[in-house]
Each structure stands twice: as structure tokens, then as C-alpha cells.
């Protein structure tokens, strides 16, 4: 199996004219069932790359990257492509310019096939909150692939394309990797450039990577990582810290004290640490107590910097306005947001416009300003005891969609494991560390800033207990059709579907 | 949350909200702060504000850069007369 996803298997793909039709046909039939992609257009994409200097059928490739198909979660902008972000309101909006991440991976002759589904803004955990349809998890058609990047772990997991970019602001890259069976990386904060990622919580979020091999990850964010002019919070990558470590690893375990896990992720949580002590990895017990009051002030802060955030989308320069308006410009803002954003997006917005409300900031966003210092520090006095902390990625496993599902808030209260990541700038990777009742279970590891190397190496070390899972619906460039009956079993789940 | 605090917001956040969405959000939206008031709980005396991650000030000169884009840009205005974006009268 591992031969045939190496990278070159996959440049091939593309490059061969007959191979690429076979792939597109392919994509096209998986994506009927798993609705991952919101706009595929290979060809677009390579005339993207070739401008870029790269020629994806040259047979002299220029990097381990060249030729390779990616796709793009549909906030991060892809010059001529749609970038919706999911939302009614930025149906028609073609942009202008490319992402400074994704124009990295141009340059190395990575090419964009294509735009996947997310919760609105990224504001969601299932995918569920799209404008546009949700997205199916290809291990089960009648669950969620997680969110807000669901559609760029969907596309991944099914073998659609080798790597998607995500991004991840409370654990939208991490929770719908571990929904998938596939590795999601959050960056340090600052790592990589956000030039041309809408912006919703600036202060928190992150351009991640998705994949199903450890290596793609880490050449992938060898490349989109380091300072940009166009970000003036980007960072320089450091090296020097990045190195650091080596030997037998030490990893903090925290105690979830209250935190109740569902039934499948306390089993994987289980495994994964008889697993690691196997792997000769020292296991030490940490204190986290600042945790439980985590979820709150994340959300103070990540819906106040929504609101200013989102108030860009007016109507006026870009935009869907109301059709046959005929008010003042006051109103035809008004109702352009209003018959534009969804449910989730509104709500988050109220809430960010009331914590910042005059008399209430101290109450609100000052405070979970002070309680992110509390947990920022927690870390730093954690890390100086571990090389690396695991935790869950989430409490329970990828539920069901509609009303059988996680309501609303209860998905906000599930992202207790994953924002802490954001809240204190460090990175984290999310690895499968399970398969439960045939579903996939995702833990994390969580470092200091600039250790993405050492989340790597964890990660490669854990593999050899628990390899990448393969879903029923994964297929791999090289083979045909989907495998076994489990494949069977999924597509007819995706029958039953409105 | 009250129904009057909710117009305020809502008028602030310049959101048009249908009276059913009232009933939906008001409770929502309650919902939300009555988690948020967790963070009463919390002490913290002596702790400063984490405002920004990457606790520097970078700037950049201060020069002409040329837009190659503008044509892409105008492209994705709702309604153009000319090069101008149309809006409603604003008298």
C-alpha cells in the first residue's frame, strides 16, 4: 500500500493524459457519494502551476512536490477559482489572487484540483453548517467528516487527492482528520503565512495540512512554512528550536479530571497509551487546571474577533446583495448579511457583538484574555517537564449528521481539547489512533512553539503500532475500485441521503 | 438575553433579524453567555491580557505597490457603471 502512495505515483497520475482521465472519472464517482469537493477543476489548476514556472507533464520534475494534486479548503484563496468560504453570501466570488501558501506549493509544482466544503467561515465542527450541502465521512455516509476543514479530510481519506490544506482555529483541521483516519497538523501560530485566508479569529487560527502519510505532512509544511511581507503576523520559522530533542521522548498525560470521554474515545485513549509505553516512550502525569474554563473564553474571544472580522461583508463591493434592492446603502447592508450568512455565522456574531458591547468588555473578552494568559502559562510550566503532551481529540466519535447528531452547543463544548492549541499558539497533530465499531479515532499531540518535527517523529513512532487506517471508500491512485465489502456498505448508506 | 438587548446587538452588528430568529437566537444566544459567566469563577488577579500571539510590531515601509488585480477585483462587484460600484441614493 505504501508504494503506491508515494508521491511519485501520484505525479504520474496527472501527468499522463490517460491516467489523468481515469483519476478525474474517479474523483468525480467518489465525489457523487462523499460531496467533498465544492468546485474540481484539474485543468484550471494546472494552467495555475504552469504560470507559476512549474510544468506538471515536464518529466523532469523539480521537487518532490511537482505534479502532485492538492486541494484547497474553500477559504484560502486560489486566484480563479470560487472562494465561497461556504457561504450564500460569497457565492459567485472569484478571487482575484492566490494564498501565499498555496502559491508556495505552486512553485514546487503542486497543483490545485480543487476547492472543498466547510462549515461556513469555518464556524462548525460537521460540516453541516455549509451554504452549500453538507459532507459525507467516507468511513460511513450517514456520518459527519467533522469540521470546519470536513471536506478537505473527506477528500483525503477517500484517496481523492494526497494532501488538502485546512485551516484551524479551535480544531478545524485536527477533528475532521481524526473523523477521517487521517493526520491533521495545526502549526505554530504564526508559522505559516494567512495572506489570503479569510479571516475569522485572527488572534487563533492557523493554515494546516491534511494527509494520510506522516512524510507528505512533513514536506508540505517544509515548504509553506516561514515569514511573508503580505502577513505581518507571520513569524520566521526557527529553526534552531525545531531541531531540539531527539532520543527517548517524554509525554504528558493530563488528567481530564471531569472531562467525560464517550465510550470509543476512552477505548482509544486506552490503546494509545499501552501503546506508547510499548514504544518505550516515558509517560508522565500533568496537571491542566485551567482547562475547564478554556471553551468559554475561547468562544468570547474567537466570536469578538469574528464580529470585526466579519463585518467586511457588506454587499457593497463584492458580494450577493439583495436581488431588485431598492433602499438606502444602510439597509441594503443590512439585508445583504442578512439573507447572506447562515444561522451559525449570526449567532457567533451577535455574540461577538455583545461582548465587546460598552460596559461589557471587562465582564467578557478582557477577562478570557486574562484566562488565555493562564493557559498560555500552564503550557510553558508543562513543557518543561515533557517533550510533548497527548491529549483526545474530541470527546466523542464522528456522530451522526441531522438531528441524531451533536446539537450546536454540545459541539461547541466538544472543542475543549482542541482550542487549547489555539488559545496558547502552539502546534498540534492529530493522528488515527484507533478504529472503534469500524469508525476511526483521532488523538492529539500537542508541543512548544516550532516543535512540529518532534509531533512528526511521535507520530512516525506511533505508526508502527497503529498504521494510517484505510476507509471502505479509499482507493489509491494505482488500484482499482473501492476495497472489500465495507465498500458496499457505504455506498449504500449514501442512498438514503436528501 | 433580553429581546431589547438583542435589537441593540443586533442593530450594532448591522443584522436584520425576522421575528422567528428572535425567538431562535434570543435563546441561543442565552444559552452562550450563561456558559461565558463560567469564567466568573475564575481568578485572575495578576494575570495581564493575551491580546496578540506573536507579541511583536512589525511594520513595513512605506511604499507604492501596484495592484495587477484591480480588473479581478472590479469583476466581483454586485453592479458596476463604468468603474464605479453602484449603491442605493444616500439621500
Given amino acids: ?498 | 438575553m433580553e429581546r431589547e438587548e438583542l435589537d441593540i446587538t443586533a442593530q450594532l452588528a448591522r443584522l436584520e433579524l425576522s421575528d422567528e430568529e428572535k425567538k431562535r437566537f434570543e435563546q441561543a444566544v442565552f444559552q452562550m453567555l450563561e456558559y461565558f459567566s463560567k469564567m466568573r469563577e475564575f481568578d485572575v488577579e495578576g494575570l495581564p491580557p493575551t491580546a496578540q500571539m506573536t507579541q511583536t510590531n512589525r511594520t513595513r515601509k512605506d511604499a507604492v505597490i501596484v495592484n495587477k488585480e484591480t480588473e479581478a477585483i472590479l469583476g466581483n462587484a454586485p453592479e458596476l457603471e463604468d468603474r464605479f460600484i453602484v449603491i442605493p441614493n444616500v439621500l
Avoid at chain 1, 473523523?179 to 505554530?188: A, D, E, I, R, S
Fill in chain 1, 1 to 498: 500500500m505504501h508504494k503506491t502512495e508515494e508521491p511519485s505515483s501520484w505525479s504520474r497520475t496527472l501527468a499522463d493524459p490517460t491516467q489523468r482521465a481515469s483519476w478525474m472519472q474517479f474523483v468525480r464517482d467518489q465525489d457523487a457519494r462523499v460531496r467533498a469537493f465544492l468546485q474540481f477543476d484539474p485543468e484550471l489548476g494546472r494552467e495555475l502551476a504552469t504560470a507559476a514556472g512549474s510544468t506538471p507533464s515536464d518529466s523532469t520534475p523539480t521537487g518532490s512536490l511537482s505534479g502532485i494534486p492538492f486541494a484547497i479548503k474553500d477559504n484560502i484563496a486560489v486566484r480563479d477559482f470560487k472562494l465561497t468560504c461556504g457561504s450564500k453570501l460569497l457565492k459567485d466570488f472569484i478571487s482575484p489572487y492566490t494564498a501565499t501558501a498555496v502559491q508556495k506549493l505552486l512553485e514546487r509544482g503542486a497543483v490545485p484540483v480543487g476547492k472543498t466544503n466547510l462549515d461556513e467561515f469555518g464556524m462548525g465542527s460537521s460540516t453541516e453548517n455549509s451554504g452549500f450541502g453538507m459532507t459525507y465521512n467516507p468511513w460511513d455516509l450517514e456520518r459527519v467528516p467533522g469540521g470546519s476543514s470536513g471536506g478537505s479530510a473527506a477528500a483525503v481519506a477517500a484517496g481523492l487527492v494526497p494532501f488538502a490544506l485546512g485551516s484551524d482555529t479551535g480544531g478545524s483541521v485536527r477533528q475532521p482528520a481524526a473523523f477521517c483516519g487521517v493526520y491533521g497538523l495545526k502549526p505554530t501560530y504564526g508559522a505559516v503565512s494567512r495572506f489570503g485566508l479569510v479571516a475569522y479569529a485572527s488572534s487563533l487560527e492557523v493554515i494546516g495540512v491534511i494527509a494520510r502519510q506522516i512524510s507528505m505532512i512533513r514536506e508540505v509544511f517544509s515548504v509553506i512554512r516561514g515569514q511573508d511581507p503580505r502577513d505581518h503576523s507571520s513569524v520566521p520559522y526557527d529553526e534552531a528550536r525545531s531541531a531540539e530533542g531527539g532520543g527517548r521522548i517524554t509525554v504528558g498525560v493530563p488528567d481530564l479530571g471531569s472531562i467525560s470521554l464517550h465510550e470509543e474515545v476512552q477505548s482509544a485513549w486506552e490503546k494509545t497509551l499501552d501503546g506508547l509505553k510499548g514504544l518505550e516512550v516515558t509517560l508522565k502525569p500533568i496537571e491542566l487546571p485551567t482547562l475547564e474554563y478554556l471553551v468559554s473564553a475561547y468562544y468570547v474571544i474567537a466570536c469578538a474577533e469574528a464580529s470585526a472580522n466579519l463585518a467586511r461583508f457588506d454587499g457593497v463591493r463584492y458580494g450577493n446583495r439583495t436581488a431588485g434592492f431598492s433602499g438606502n446603502p444602510e439597509q441594503l447592508v443590512r439585508w445583504s448579511r442578512s439573507s447572506g450568512l447562515g444561522d451559525e455565522v449570526k449567532l457567533r456574531i451577535l455574540l461577538g457583538t455583545y461582548v465587546l458591547r460598552s460596559g461589557f468588555q471587562d465582564q467578557y473578552y478582557l477577562r478570557a484574555q486574562r484566562i488565555r494568559t493562564a493557559i498560555r502559562r500552564e503550557f510553558e510550566g508543562a513543557f518543561s517537564g515533557v517533550d510533548l503532551i497527548l491529549m483526545p481529540v474530541y470527546p466523542c466519535g464522528p456522530f451522526k449528521w441531522g438531528s441524531e447528531g451533536l446539537d450546536p452547543f454540545s459541539q461547541k463544548l466538544s472543542d475543549i481539547f482542541t482550542c487549547s492549541a489555539n488559545m496558547a499558539g502552539l502546534p498540534a497533530l492529530s493522528f488515527p489512533a484507533s478504529v472503534e465499531n469500524a469508525l476511526p479515532i483521532g488523538m492529539q499531540f500537542l508541543g512548544p512553539p516550532f516543535a512540529e518535527e518532534r509531533l512528526l517523529q511521535a507520530c512516525e513512532l506511533f505508526a508502527r503500532v497503529f498504521p494510517v487506517p484505510t476507509c471502505p471508500l479509499y482507493r489509491s491512485p494505482q488500484t482499482e475500485g473501492p476495497r472489500g465489502s465495507e465498500g458496499s456498505r457505504a455506498q449504500s448508506g449514501g442512498q438514503e441521503r436528501g
